[in-house]
């Protein structure tokens, strides 16, 4: 019984020193899964102990079957390299809009065209999440989608719903899934995504 007893406080304590240094969880600690909470929506679930990390992100990336090259589709580092400033001020806005009828704000940076949507999510709760078109010219085309603040996405400390907005994620393909800290990729994964039709 002591043995036990000390295990757990040995693992409770290596647990907060995850939690205090930040330190990414093993890279198959996370799974990808596909449901659908109501008619017409898809819900993208990541189970990924998330809330160990400061300031983390989710980044989505749709590749069409046109693609050239799969493996092409790298993540953009978003929210470490540009949610900052007015763009925060503008993220926490369209967060603010959520609570009621929702937004819809245009964004470009570094020559990209996004949108910030402010919805309820299918958990009910105001979220924000950035999304783009990647155009049929790009060899990796399809769409994007950046979740920030996820506790609203979350259900506990381990997972997350995230809804993929049907007017850019329309097409199926291929699902490239970055787990980030910052700038660095903690957790990737990818999942056949079967899209919403047209």
């Given at each position: ?14 647990l907060?020193c ?27 679930l ?34 470490n390299?540009h ?41 009910g ?35 997350l719903c ?20 910052g ?16």
């Open positions: 019984m002591v043995r036990l007893v000390t295990a757990l406080v040995v693992a409770i304590c290596l907060g995850l939690v205090d240094l930040g330190v990414a969880a093993p890279p198959d600690a996370g799974v990808l899964s596909l449901v659908q909470p109501r008619i017409g929506q898809q819900t993208l990541v189970e990924y102990p998330w809330k160990v990390h400061q300031r983390p992100s989710v980044e989505v990336r749709l590749v069409t079957k046109d693609a050239i090259d799969q493996s092409g589709a790298r993540p953009l580092f978003f929210v390299e949610v900052k400033g007015e763009l925060l001020v503008k993220v926490y806005q369209c967060l603010d809009a959520a609570e009621g009828t929702g937004t819809t704000e245009p964004l470009d940076v570094d020559d990209i065209e996004m949108e910030i949507l402010g919805r309820r999510n299918s958990l709760k105001p979220s924000v999440c950035l999304v783009r078109t990647v155009p049929g010219d790009d060899p990796t085309p399809g769409a994007g989608a950046i979740f920030c603040h996820l506790q609203a996405w979350s259900t506990n400390q381990a997972m995230l809804d993929l907005p049907r007017p850019y994620f329309s097409e199926s393909g291929q699902l490239h899934v970055w787990f980030l800290r700038d660095k990729v903690v957790w990737e994964e990818q999942i056949d995504w079967p899209g919403y039709g047209k």
